[in-house]
């Protein structure tokens, strides 16, 4: 080692010994650690959230599908009630005949 890396690994050694220097950095490493967990969680509840409301629309178009293959409703009507477009509602069905 040259001497510049030698003298900082020797500051570097000073830092950690210092006790108020530690419980800063501890402090801090809890609160980070902290605001992971709370990240990691919040994202979990947003993707259950999102994924049943996902599931909920996938069923409705499917029962929007069966009741036009079974004639009690017409392809524009399920169309209409679906909200999405005519392309859209006719892939879906072609998606659930595979």
Same mark, same amino acid.
């Given at each position: 080692?040259?001497? !510049?890396?030698?003298?900082? #690994?020797?500051? *570097?050694? &000073?830092?950690?010994?210092?006790?108020?220097?530690? *419980?800063?950095?501890? @402090?801090?490493?809890?609160?980070?650690?902290?605001?992971?967990?709370?990240?990691? #969680?919040?994202? /979990?509840?947003? +993707?259950? *959230?999102?994924?049943?409301?996902? +599931? =909920?629309?996938?069923?409705?178009?499917? @029962?929007?599908?069966?009741? *036009?293959?079974?004639?009690? =409703?017409? /392809?524009?009507?399920?169309?209409?009630?679906?909200?999405?477009?005519?392309?859209? !509602? /006719?892939?879906?069905?072609?998606?659930? @005949? &595979?």
């Amino acid at each position: 080692k040259d001497d !510049f890396c030698k003298a900082l #690994d020797i500051e *570097v050694s &000073k830092a950690k010994d210092k006790e108020d220097w530690r *419980v800063e950095y501890m @402090t801090l490493n809890l609160i980070e650690r902290d605001a992971f967990v709370r990240g990691k #969680d919040e994202g /979990l509840a947003e +993707g259950i *959230v999102e994924g049943r409301s996902e +599931g =909920i629309a996938e069923g409705q178009i499917s @029962t929007l599908i069966s009741l *036009v293959s079974k004639k009690i =409703i017409s /392809l524009s009507d399920a169309i209409k009630e679906s909200g999405l477009s005519e392309a859209e !509602f /006719l892939e879906k069905i072609e998606q659930s @005949t &595979k």
